[in-house]
């Protein structure tokens, strides 16, 4: 069959299939340009600009400012307070998201009943409403009468104010975000478990390779693309994060856990567009790093 | 490869998959099942205790020590909710939103998708580069001049204003051309032989097929937009345009802080519809999972 059309080059219904091809590409390209990426260009434009809340109408009649939104940026102490925070929620909470996903996924990939109950029971906070879910959780870190602590006071722990302290707010929202979001990664990780054949660890129990053996070198390594690609979508996701710190702490206390993201809106709704932008475009400067260094990281070794 | 296999063999090799499912969990040690068992429990008992804390007054929610089953039971939460309250307003406006943005990713995105996947056209790859570029791009970077846009096109406050950024993402289009990339391109050529035009072609033979593929994307879609929050946040105004989330961010920021029941309420009326879907619709993806697989 596939031997009746010989030469591809020649196809007569090309000029067909291009008009076609336009046709079903016009409304999500029209869309696609006005809304997402005529602003991400525009977005670019407007840190190099002083546009401000008042400019709304005549967005094109500011006056060009270099790159002084930037300099305003890296010399604010406010500036440097969330980046540093958005980076160390990062750093806390990549690698225990994947550590406890790929964890679980392991655990998992042993059993065969109830993997599915157990699966849909650790994937469900993943689809529910942040804003509902900090709600929650913010009553549950309460100092008296929250859940954890009463639990704590089981075996005679006083528990601290977890969303109170400046140096425990942070860590106690970024805990939040792994329990919301390591089941999206560990069913990512259990379908990459799944492609591993079993055949490859039989053979290497068979020459007595023990439990954490046949992991370190069989599984790590046969799934290494799947956790390079789990590490890259949360960490582009967890350098966004926003809406668990507007609703648990305002950014509070004294501004420990306000982000780049929450620091850009903030600036919004002071109506300095020109500043927001800039500080939304070094976040997307960050994303862009940190999913190159994630992929050197996690690549190198092949 | 299993395609090949007459019945006969596709029985045989099936049959040993009881006999090892037996086998594997003999094996599984105890505690792997307390392990497993304890960290559901931990996924599950914020849920358990938002809906049961609902029900209970203010000062017992924040009552100490602690009360898990409510010494008072009552539903004044939810009659607040719904009656003084405009809930039935938001849920209608996430509900209106969500349907508008998940109907717009898988239409547009299925027919675009295709376009990339099995037609050939100038600034094919131009077009596929731009989408993709844009699904690394953080949600703040757009929302400023976003803000100006739907400002000048007078759509701040309205609904189209909430839901029309959102209606053509690139995860849709990235998800709709890697699936019908596997479609067999002999379905195409046959029916051009037959004489069908391309957009009778994309609308006959490939859409038909795409079931799978759009109830996926169509679901992820939903629960995506009911749960969007920043833009909505921007956009909405007045109250009579609030989706779920925004309302109850806002309530839970503003003058209602203190009433904790109502949170609570409002917290398991954003939660419960999606928990929902997820439950029903989860079986039906498995089983087109394996329906697929099968085949």
Known sequence: ?302 | MTTTMTPAAGVAADAPVPADRGRDDRRTPWWLWLVLGLGLALMLVPFAWMAISSFKPDSEVVAVPPTWWPETVTTENYELLFTRLDFPTYFLNSTLVALAVTVGNVVFGAMLGYALAKLDFPGKRVIFALVLMTLMVPGVVTFVPLFVLTSNLELTNTLPGIFLPFMAGPFGVFLMRQFIMGLPDELIQAARIDGAGELRIFASVIMPLCGPAMATLGILTFLTSWNNFLWPLVVAQTEDKYTLPVALALYATGQNATKYGLLLAGAVVVVIPVIAIFLALQRYIMQGIAMTGIK
Request: charged letters at 15%; hydrophobic letters at 50%.
């Open chain 1, 1 to 302: 069959m596939a031997t009746a059309t010989p030469s591809r080059s020649v196809d007569p219904t090309r000029g067909r299939q291009a008009v076609a091809a336009w046709v079903l590409a016009l409304p999500f390209m029209a869309l696609f340009l006005v809304f997402t990426a005529g602003p991400v260009l525009a977005s670019f434009g407007m840190s190099f600009t002083d546009i401000r809340s008042a400019d709304m109408r005549t967005p094109f009649a500011v006056s060009f400012v270099g790159v002084d939104n930037y300099l305003d940026l890296i010399g604010n102490p406010l500036f440097r307070k969330v980046a540093f925070n958005t980076v160390l929620y990062v750093v806390l909470g990549v690698p225990l998201t994947m550590g406890i996903a790929l964890a679980i996924a392991v655990g998992l990939n042993r059993i065969t009943r109830l993997r599915g109950f157990f699966r849909v029971g650790y994937y469900l906070p993943v689809i529910t409403s942040i804003v509902a879910v900090s709600v929650v959780w913010k009553f549950l870190y309460r100092e008296d009468g929250g859940l954890f602590n009463t639990v704590l006071s089981w075996v005679s722990i006083a528990g601290p104010g977890w969303l109170d302290s400046t140096a425990l707010a942070l860590p106690s929202v970024a805990l939040m975000s792994v329990w919301r979001n390591f089941g999206a990664l560990m069913v990512i990780f259990l379908a990459g478990l799944q492609t591993i054949p079993k055949e490859m660890n039989e053979a290497a129990e068979v020459d007595g390779a023990g439990g954490w053996k046949r992991f370190r070198h069989i599984t790590l390594p046969m799934l290494r693309p799947t956790l390079l690609f789990g590490a890259v979508i949360t960490g582009i996701g967890y350098l966004q994060f926003f809406e668990e710190a507007y609703v648990m702490t305002h950014g509070g206390p004294l501004d420990a856990t306000r982000s780049v993201s929450y620091f850009t809106y903030d600036q919004f709704s002071f109506g300095n567009y020109g500043l927001a932008s800039a500080a939304s475009y070094l976040l997307f400067l960050a994303v862009v790093l940190l999913t190159a260094a994630q992929f050197r990281l996690l690549r190198s070794k092949d």
